[in-house]
C-alpha cells in the first residue's frame, strides 16, 4: 500500500507486470507478494507513483499485465496514448480502437480498468465536457484532472 493524495493505494503485481491499483478501502486482497520479480515491479510502480504526485512525472514506464477481453485491452491501450494534461470524449476514444458507435462499450471498458491512474482512464469525458463516470469515484477523477492542469466542469 502506497499513500497517496488521492487516497491509500493498493497495487497488486504478477511475475510479468503491474495488475491492479485499487483505493485501500475498497481493496479486496492482500498486495503482497513473494516473487522477487512482481516485488520489483510493486517497487517501480510504487516510485513512479509517488513522482507523478509529485508532478515529476508524465508518463509511465511500467510491465503492465493487463487481464480483461480483446476490446477491454484495445480501449486501455488507447487510453495510454491520451497525452498527460489532455482529455479525450468516450466517443474519441471509440474511433481511436477502430469502433466508432461503440461510445457505451468504451465507457464499460474503462469502468473495467484494474489500473487506473497508470492508464489513464481519467483522461476521458464525455462529449459536452461534464465528467462522465469513474470507478474510483468522481472526486478522484476531478483531482487525477486538476493534478495534470486540467479544469474540470461540476
Known sequence: MIDSPVGHLVLRAS???????DLADVAQAS???DEPMAMRILDDAARQL???????RTDFDLP??????????????ALMRIPYG???SYAEQAAMVGAPRA???????NGRNP????????????RDG?????SLGLDMKRALLALEGVSAAA
Open 64 to 77: 503492465l499485465d493487463l487481464r480483461g477481453t480483446d476490446f477491454q485491452r484495445a480501449a486501455w491501450h
Open 103 to 109: 461510445t457505451r462499450a468504451i465507457g464499460s471498458a
Open 31 to 33: 498486495a503482497g507478494s
Open 86 to 88: 489532455t482529455t479525450v
Open 50 to 56: 509517488g513522482e507523478y504526485f509529485a508532478h515529476r
Open 115 to 126: 489500473i487506473p491512474i497508470i492508464v489513464p482512464c481519467h483522461r476521458v469525458i464525455a
Open 130 to 134: 461534464s465528467l462522465g463516470g469513474y
Open 15 to 21: 511475475s510479468t507486470g503491474l495488475v491492479s491499483i
